[in-house]
């Protein structure tokens, strides 16, 4: 059984920092691309950043880029994502994703997605 699970949501100051961890089981981690995407209320689902089976290829959304590291420990079946300056427009419900295609090089769309885990909280307030 496959278990997806996030941890490390929080309430942050604008320009605060925080970092995001995802534990995988079930399966062979290093054989698949993960991702992050989030969601605010009222609003799609949307792509935040993915990285390769190796952790070598990234990928961010323009929101992001330059803000958010995206990385993975495969031998402890872990996926993280440090956000640093947060900004009130980054509140929303983060997932850690999962694509088993063994196709897939970067994962960016959310139909693409096999596993989720049940979101972490963050929230941008002053």
């Known amino acids: 059984q496959v278990q997806v699970v996030e941890s490390g949501g929080g309430l942050v100051q604008p320009g605060g920092s925080l970092r995001l961890s995802c534990t995988v089981s079930?399966?062979?981690?290093?054989?698949?691309?993960m991702a992050w995407f989030r969601q605010a209320p009222g609003s799609e689902r949307e792509f935040v950043a993915s990285?390769?089976?190796?952790?070598?290829?990234?990928d961010y959304s323009d929101s992001v880029k330059g803000r958010f590291t995206i990385s993975r420990e495969n031998g402890m079946k872990q996926l993280f994502l440090r956000m640093n300056a947060l900004q009130p427009e980054d509140t929303a419900l983060y997932y850690c994703?999962?694509?088993?295609?063994?196709?897939?090089?970067?994962?960016?769309?959310?139909?693409?997605?096999?596993?989720w885990g049940q979101g972490t909280q963050v929230t941008v307030s002053s």
């Open positions: 994703a999962l694509d088993t295609n063994p196709q897939t090089m970067i994962l960016r769309t959310p139909h693409e997605v096999d596993y």
């Open positions: 079930g399966l062979t981690f290093s054989n698949y691309v």
């Open positions: 990285v390769s089976r190796s952790g070598i290829t990234t």
